[in-house]
């Protein structure tokens, strides 16, 4: 069975420009979580699917964060316009139902703004 | 609010010593727990969890914590390092709201010398 996988591992891009991050959870998976860790810090919460709905996205940083999951699948986080704050790794990580139920994490997406 | 706090950022043993990577949670209600671990150029994996059935959980490669309510805590050990342990180490707690959003702490980095 496929674990989840995140593309791109890396990525740079200059100050200003777009990042789109992918995540593809295991499949079965109805939820689906975005977590960033920046510079070393503690991993935080981003934002929550279940199936194609934003159940919660408390920890969204601001309006130039956009997460889609079309059809429940996929799901990508966009960066626009990046700024060097957003720099970090991204992870994707997707669960089965109920609580308490192991998190899968993917392997992290290295954003570098420069 | 809600916090995982993981007392160390760097800890290091010899081969063969008591591994002890420190958590403490802070919530009114007990969570579920968890120990992830992320070895070099990869994504987390899950060691352990605690979901309110036996007070001390056993994970992979011979780690162990122990639920300690009346302290907040949920330490993880093990008996031996080995230098295949090297790598970070998170604890992280449920957020109240009866899904799975994770409150992690800020990692320990485990090294283990000769």
């Known amino acids: 069975e496929a674990g989840v996988t995140q593309f791109p591992s890396h990525s740079v891009i200059e100050k200003g420009q777009t990042v789109t991050l992918r995540c593809d959870p295991i499949?079965?998976?109805?939820?689906l979580y975005w977590y960033r860790r920046v510079m070393g810090k503690e991993i935080k919460f981003l934002l929550h699917?279940?199936?194609?709905?934003?159940?919660?996205e408390s920890g969204m940083p601001n309006n130039r964060f956009l997460a889609e999951r079309t059809g429940g699948t996929y799901s990508t986080l966009k960066v626009q316009p990046a700024e060097l704050e957003d720099s970090g790794v991204y992870f994707c990580?997707?669960?089965?139902?109920?609580?308490?139920?192991?998190?899968?994490f993917g392997q992290g997406t290295r954003l570098t703004v420069v | 609010a809600q916090s995982v706090t993981q007392l160390g950022s760097h800890v290091s043993v010899s081969e063969g010593a008591l591994v002890l990577l420190r958590c403490n949670y802070s919530?009114?209600?007990?969570?579920?727990l968890f120990w992830y671990v992320q070895y070099p150029n990869q994504g987390l994996q899950l060691l352990l969890k605690?979901?309110?059935?036996?007070?001390l959980v056993k994970g992979i490669n011979g780690f162990e914590a122990e639920f300690k309510k009346s302290e907040t805590s949920f330490h993880l050990t093990k008996p031996s390092a080995h230098m295949s342990d090297a790598a970070e180490y998170f604890c992280?707690?449920?957020?109240?709201?009866?899904?799975?959003?994770?409150?992690f702490g800020a990692g320990t980095r485990l090294a283990v010398h000769p």
């Open positions: 605690y979901t309110s059935a036996a007070t």
């Open positions: 992280a707690a449920t957020a109240s709201g009866g899904y799975n959003k994770l409150i």
């Open positions: 990580a997707s669960s089965q139902q109920g609580f308490g139920t192991e998190a899968f």
């Open positions: 699917f279940v199936k194609e709905s934003k159940q919660d």
């Open positions: 919530s009114s209600v007990p969570p579920y």
């Open positions: 499949s079965g998976h109805d939820n």
